[in-house]
């Protein structure tokens, strides 16, 4: 390799990393450093137990997973909003009230909470367990179930 042709690509190097795109890597880095500095432990998931039942209807309940899975069942009142797509559509996404999102089994709904979260959305939670955790700990009477009096 010649030195012009080393130099060229050095400085073919240097562009590339001054580049809008690579500043904004390094600057989504540091958001999301930041961020894991000071989240709480969990990062934001909630389990099922712990929503009253009267608080469903105050939240927005994003179903995270794809309009088929969405089409076959979900949480009742929920929007469908592929995990993919949460950034895309943050728009329609409010900050005044609480959003919940899940997926089938809180994996995929963690990596879009983690987005929005990063992206600004404090106000909201991840299920823990997803749909099928919600459903096996009783839906929305999941909190009712957990106060209530043990049967001997």
């Not at 990393?17 to 880095?29: E, F, H, N, Q, V």
């Not at 088929?68 to 009230?97: C, E, T, Y």
């Not at 929005?116 to 909201?124: E, F, I, K, M, P």
């Amino acid at each position: 390799m010649t030195y012009r042709n080393a130099l060229a690509i050095a400085l073919a190097g240097l562009a590339l990393l001054s580049t809008p795109a690579w500043a904004d890597k390094a600057a989504a880095i540091d958001e999301m450093e930041a961020y894991l500095e000071f989240v709480d432990y969990g990062g934001g998931v909630i389990f099922a137990e712990q929503i009253p039942k009267d608080e469903w209807p105050k939240m927005l309940v994003i179903d995270a997973r794809d309009a088929a899975q969405f089409a076959k069942g979900h949480i009742p009142g929920a929007i469908n909003m592929d995990w993919r797509q949460v950034l895309a559509k943050r728009n329609s996404i409010p900050k005044n009230k609480p959003v919940l999102i899940y997926c089938n089994t809180g994996s995929l709904s963690a990596q879009a909470g983690f987005a929005l979260r990063v992206a600004g959305w404090d106000n909201l939670r991840i299920l823990q367990g997803g749909m099928e955790e919600w459903k096996a700990k009783g839906g929305f009477d999941a909190a009712t179930r957990t106060t209530a009096p043990a049967k001997h």
